[in-house]
C-alpha cells in the first residue's frame, strides 16, 4: 500500500469514527450542553443544540480549542491553518459533527480561503475515489446560502471494502475576514443526510461569526 493510498484509508476512517462519535470525550469528562464561548473577542461558536435534531440523543460538545483538530476533517485538513480553532460535537449514538473557524488578516485571504475549501470539498469525492479503489464515494451540492458573505453546502457518501457506510455533510461560509467550517456525520447514506437541518445550522454558525 503506498503512502497516499494509506492517507486516504487513515482520513476515511477517521470521517467514520467520527461519525460514531469514537474520536468524541465521554459525557462525564467535562464536556457541556451549553453554548459555545471563545476568548473575548473571537468569533462564537454552535452550541449542541444548534446541530441538527438526533431523534434519540442530546448532542454533547467539547470546548472551543485552539489550533487544528486531530484527526483532520477529510479533504479539507490540509488546508487548515495553524491559526484555526475548532470545536467537536457528539451524540450517544452514531452522530458527530465539528466546527472549524479562521479569522484571516484581511477580507480577501479570508475569500481566498474560503474558495480553496470550496475546490476541496467539490473535488472530495474524486480525490478519495482515486486514491483508493477500496473506498468508493460520492459527492453533491447543495447549493449556496444567503447568509452574510455567503454559505455553500456540501455532501459525501463513502462506502468502503471493509463494509462501512457513511454520510457527511459540510459547509463554508463567511462573515467579512471569518471562515467557518462545519461537518455533520453520521453512518447511512444520502437517505439518511438531514440537509434541511444542516442549512439552519449553518444559517446559525455564519451568524454567529461575530
Known amino acids: 500500500m503506498d503512502i497516499r493510498t494509506r492517507s486516504t484509508r487513515l482520513a476515511v476512517a477517521a470521517l467514520a469514527a467520527a461519525a460514531v462519535g469514537l474520536t468524541a470525550v465521554p459525557a462525564a469528562a467535562g464536556t457541556t450542553t451549553g453554548s459555545g464561548t471563545a476568548a473575548a473577542g473571537s468569533p ?4 449542541p443544540g444548534e446541530l441538527p435534531p438526533h431523534p434519540a440523543s442530546p448532542w454533547y460538545a467539547g470546548p472551543v480549542t485552539a489550533g487544528q483538530p486531530d484527526p483532520l476533517p477529510v479533504c479539507v485538513g490540509e488546508a487548515l491553518p495553524s491559526i484555526a480553532s475548532h470545536r467537536r460535537y457528539w451524540t450517544e449514538f452514531d452522530t458527530g459533527a465539528l466546527q472549524v473557524t479562521v479569522v484571516e488578516r484581511s477580507v480577501q485571504r479570508a475569500k481566498a480561503f474560503a474558495a480553496l475549501l470550496r475546490k ?7 480525490k478519495l475515489t482515486r486514491e483508493d479503489p477500496g473506498i468508493t464515494a460520492v459527492g453533491k451540492y447543495y447549493g449556496r446560502i444567503a ?3 455567503g454559505a455553500h453546502v456540501y455532501g459525501l457518501h463513502t462506502a468502503s ?3 462501512s457506510s ?3 455533510l459540510f459547509s463554508v461560509g463567511r462573515d467579512g475576514r471569518t471562515v467557518t467550517f462545519v461537518r455533520w456525520g453520521q453512518m447511512g447514506d444520502f437517505r439518511n ?6 442549512k439552519a445550522t449553518t444559517v446559525t454558525a455564519v451568524g454567529k461569526l461575530y
Not at 462564537?44 to 452550541?47: S, Y
Not at 476541496?120 to 474524486?126: H, S
Not at 443526510?193 to 444542516?198: I, P, R, S, T, W
Open 166 to 168: 457513511d454520510i457527511n
Open 193 to 198: 443526510a438531514q440537509v434541511g437541518d444542516f
Open 161 to 163: 471494502a471493509w463494509g
Open 147 to 149: 447568509v452574510e458573505e
Open 44 to 47: 462564537r461558536f454552535l452550541a
Open 120 to 126: 476541496d470539498l467539490a473535488g472530495c469525492a474524486r
